[in-house]
């Protein structure tokens, strides 16, 4: 709806957590994405005989009941429906990855993809710093 409600951090992660509790669940497996503080980009594959509609459903569905119960947000979080665009073949599936990772350097919100914290790539490099840093048993 072109609102800005994902701009705050605390709604960013929101977002990112319902993204995991998806893939944990293995409901559909997350190859990258990026939080704008209006939309969100994401390329997934769903698993089983699940459906990218389906996929779609649940994420929204849980953000929606999420950002409601949790923070008291009242009214319409999504817009109906969502644009999909199929993966055909590796060249594709590189040329979606790149498109994802420079959107916020496009909108102007940073200088480098490296400076955004609501993408998978920041988020995967943090996890393996958080990884590196523990002890070894």
């Known amino acids: 709806m072109g609102r800005p409600l994902l701009q705050t ?11 995991r509790g998806g893939v ?5 497996q997350i190859h990258d994405f990026v939080v704008m ?18 996929a779609m459903q649940l994420i929204k569905g849980r953000f929606s009941y999420r950002i409601k119960k949790e ?3 009242v009214g ?10 199929r993966v055909s073949d590796e060249r594709s599936f590189l040329a979606h990855r790149a498109y994802i990772a ?3 350097v496009k909108a102007g919100l940073v200088e480098t993809v490296r400076d955004y914290p ?3 790539t920041n988020l995967a490099r943090e996890k393996a710093a958080g990884a590196k840093a523990r002890p070894s048993l």
């Not at 951090?9 to 993204?19: E, K, M, P, Y």
């Not at 944990?24 to 559909?28: I, M, V, Y």
């Not at 999504?78 to 999909?84: A, L, N, R, T, V």
Request: charged share 30%.
């Open 76 to 85: 319409e979080v999504w817009q109906k429906g969502f644009s999909e665009c």
């Open 24 to 28: 944990k669940a293995r409901e559909f």
């Open 118 to 120: 609501y993408c998978f």
């Open 71 to 73: 923070y008291g947000y």
């Open 102 to 104: 420079e959107n916020p």
């Open 37 to 54: 503080p209006d939309h969100v980009h994401m390329l997934i594959s769903v698993l089983g005989d699940k459906s990218i509609e389906t």
């Open 9 to 19: 951090d605390r709604n960013a992660r929101l977002l990112i957590d319902v993204f």
